[in-house]
């Protein structure tokens, strides 16, 4: 089973940025997609990218292309959401979680087998 945590929120100004790392509790040697998903108070969970861990291609919801980059390192089973030139509508409760469907299709909170506990991501206008 693989259990994923995420770490690294917090407050920042508009126009900001913020790294999130997400680490998996296993090293992942099959097919696998790590996502990131964001849920703000009073919304439903909203895809913001995916990884395929195989071979590193990105994928990203419009409102975060261009500002949001998403990357792994093998060897620790890590992976990263950089988040720059950050607004205050990414204020949400940020996840991680793990997927064996491919990452080209994996856009939505039901392909997603584990998650993790969420962390915070505040920005201030």
């Known amino acids: 089973q693989v259990q994923v945590a995420e770490s690294g929120g917090g407050l920042v100004q508009a126009g900001g940025s913020l790294r999130l790392s997400c680490a998996a509790s296993v090293r992942i040697l099959n097919s696998f997609t790590m996502g990131w998903f964001r849920q703000a108070p009073g919304t439903d969970r909203e895809f913001v990218g995916a990884i395929d861990w195989s071979d590193g291609s990105t994928y990203y919801a419009d409102s975060v292309k261009g500002r949001f980059t998403i990357s792994r390192e093998n060897a620790k089973t890590t992976g990263y959401l950089q988040m720059n030139s950050l607004k205050p509508e990414d204020t949400a409760l940020y996840y991680c979680?793990?997927?064996?469907?491919?990452?080209?299709?994996?856009?939505?909170?039901?392909?997603?087998?584990?998650w993790g506990q969420g962390t915070q991501v505040t920005v201030s206008s």
């Open positions: 979680a793990a997927s064996s469907f491919r990452a080209e299709v994996a856009e939505t909170a039901m392909m997603y087998d584990y």
